[in-house]
């Protein structure tokens, strides 16, 4: 068996296991990711049980999973397969607000991404992006989550000096927000959030957070006053989500402009409206592709705001933290074990600083 953090050998096609009950849909998605030839669909799986077998047979690289199966459902699979075997895996919901819930707590127990389900009407923009997105998943790394751990019971509430934090995430973000949130006291330092998702899903996973944890979590609304223990998730849609001061007391903002790196929300957008308060500020970027948040990283970090990083081996896909330590964007990097208790004993930027 292949190690489950082993990326696609470069140069040959990623290996695709298509999993769904529906007949159609196997044959739909056969057609779609044969048209790219990065993709190579090594077979199709009716239920959990022939997935487990054809997955010893096969080793794929990347596997599609329908939420919705007989027997075993998709969930429940996917909780299994990462306890067992970490593997790259892209879930295929359907568009509705059962499946954004759905889609979110897979997301949570591991998946890299989650698509609409393909219906016969695709486009060829459709095709491409679905193609696109199976081929980024197949090289991210997830591995075994460890919730167990809860370091807050170790910080003493003085050495709690974040006045605010930002928060950056794309590709496994989900469960890196998760681990995150979950060693975090329930009076942290207030948060905000700018996690790339669609609008439907994001609604869908502030619900999620503001049911698993201590802390008030709710949508970013313009003006919401940021106290200890309230965390805001950005929620996309038309408008990006800010930081702003009013009366000297920190506030959400929503702030119109295009999508910035292709995103809205954006974390370059959230990061920017910090730079005139940097020195109350802790920024973290995690796990995702791309390098959304680097460079307005790059200037909170010289405006005195205190920057974390996730490491390259806890994170699922190292883009986005990648970015930031080229440009020098970094006080520290750490794993992500590691960052809610560096959140909460934020050290002054000088000390905070690497060489």
Not at 188 to 206: K, V
Not at 339 to 354: E, K, M, N, Y
Request: net charge neutral.
């Amino acid at each position: 068996m292949r190690s489950p953090t082993r990326l696609p050998t470069q140069g040959a096609p990623v290996r695709v296991l298509v999993v769904d009950d529906s007949v159609s849909i196997q044959s739909l998605m056969r057609h779609v990711l044969s048209r790219d030839p990065r993709l190579e669909v090594v077979a199709t799986a009716r239920d959990a049980y022939e997935a487990r077998e054809l997955i010893k047979r096969h080793d794929p690289d990347v596997l599609t999973l329908d939420v919705e199966m007989p027997g075993m459902n998709g969930l429940e699979f996917l909780e299994r397969l990462m306890r067992l075997r970490p593997m790259p895996v892209v879930m295929v919901s359907s568009a509705t607000q059962r499946g954004s819930d759905a889609a979110i707590q897979a997301l949570s127990l591991g998946a890299i991404d989650c698509i609409p389900k393909p219906s016969a009407g695709l486009t060829e923009a459709d095709v491409a992006e679905i193609a696109d997105r199976i081929a980024v998943a197949a090289r991210g790394r997830p591995r075994a989550r460890d919730l167990s751990i809860s370091p807050w019971a170790a910080i003493p509430h003085g050495q709690r000096t974040a006045r605010a934090v930002l928060i950056g995430a794309s590709t496994g973000g989900v469960a890196a927000i998760e681990t995150v949130l979950s060693g975090m006291p329930p009076d942290c330092p207030p948060i905000i959030l700018a996690q790339h998702m669609p609008q439907g899903f994001l609604i869908s996973f502030a619900k999620r957070l503001d049911d698993r944890f201590p802390q008030v979590v709710a949508l970013a609304s313009d003006g919401a006053e940021l106290r200890p223990g309230h965390v805001f998730l950005a929620p996309g849609g038309a408008r990006h989500t800010g930081i702003g001061e009013v009366g000297g007391t920190m506030v959400c903002t929503e702030v119109s402009a295009p999508p910035r790196n292709g995103h809205c929300p954006s974390v370059d957008v959230l990061f920017e409206t910090a730079i005139d308060m940097a020195d109350r500020i802790t920024a973290v970027l995690l796990t995702g592709l791309g390098q959304d948040g680097a460079g307005a990283m790059k200037r909170l970090y010289e405006r005195g705001a205190y920057c974390i990083g996730q490491d390259e081996a806890s994170s699922v896909v190292y883009g986005m933290p990648r970015a930031a330590a080229e440009v020098g964007a970094l006080s520290v990097q750490l794993p992500l074990s590691d960052i809610a208790v560096a959140i909460c004993r934020r050290r002054s930027p000088r000390q905070g600083r690497q060489p």
